[in-house]
T-cell receptor, first 114, second 114 residues
Framework: AQRVTQPEKLLSVFKGAPVELKCNYS??????LFWYVQYSRQRLQLLLR??SRESIKGFTADLNKGETSFHLKKPFAQEEDSAMYYC????????????????FGKGTLLTVNP | GAGVSQSPRYKVAKRGQDVALRCDPI?????LFWYQQALGQGPEFLTY????????KSGLPSDRFFAERPEGSVSTLKIQRTQQEDSAVYLC????????????FGSGTQLSVL
């Protein structure tokens, strides 16, 4: 079974402070991990995925298989980072090896205060 | 269109009424997904289409839920005899490939069953 846990429902930081949004997962195979973001009055969109190993809007996330974690980090938070963040997991499904099904966490609402 | 389009944006139904939710994916996208998002929760997988074939409907909560994509483009999610527990935001997403590498989400249909 696939499970994603985001322990913090709410996270509030001041502008310029470092931010870390926690994500832990449970999956027996090789997972693919993603972070999706939803800004106010906008649709859910992909922020980053661990395979691409790129930094988007200053955010990075490292997959730690030993700790089964994929925490999202940014060294200096900006007010425009305020949004709902969802960690998601995709794993191999079916004998064909297709990995289309995403399991989402419950999300963390990040507020960056001025 | 520029993105995934869903209609209606809001739907209020009386308990027992049938509803139909429409999704127009990005043109040319092979994969189409339906997710259900209850208040305060992350999106939960309902069903997956690859072109017109429904390859996975394991997430549909009951036989009152039915989805189709007859021509491999527009999809409709139908809920028969709606119940209060069906109240949620229904999200449609499409993807260019057959894996869930990057999902493009619609704005969702917020269904309220009274």
């Amino acid at each position: 079974a696939q499970r994603v846990t985001q322990p913090e429902k709410l996270l509030s930081v001041f502008k310029g402070a470092p931010v870390e949004l926690k994500c832990n997962y449970s999956y027996s195979g090789s997972p693919e991990l993603f972070w999706y973001v939803q800004y106010s009055r906008q649709r859910l969109q992909l922020l980053l995925r661990h395979i691409s190993r790129e930094s988007i809007k200053g955010f990075t996330a490292d997959l730690n298989k030993g700790e089964t974690s994929f925490h999202l980090k940014k060294p200096f938070a900006q007010e425009e980072d305020s949004a709902m963040y969802y960690c998601a997991l995709s794993g191999l499904v079916g004998s064909g090896g297709s990995n289309y099904k995403l399991t989402f966490g419950k999300g963390t609402l990040l507020t960056v205060n001025p | 269109g520029a993105g995934v389009s869903q209609s209606p944006r809001y739907k209020v139904a009386k308990r027992g009424q049938d509803v139909a939710l429409r999704c127009d994916p990005i043109s040319g996208h092979v994969s189409l997904f339906w997710y259900q998002q209850a208040l305060g929760q992350g999106p939960e997988f309902l069903t997956y289409f690859q072109n017109e074939a429904q390859l996975d409907k394991s997430g549909l909560p009951s036989d009152r839920f039915f989805a189709e994509r007859p021509e491999g483009s527009v999809s409709t999610l139908k809920i028969q005899r709606t119940q209060q527990e069906d109240s949620a935001v229904y999200l449609c997403a499409s993807s260019p490939g057959t894996h869930g590498e990057k999902l493009f989400f619609g704005s969702g249909t917020q269904l309220s069953v009274l």
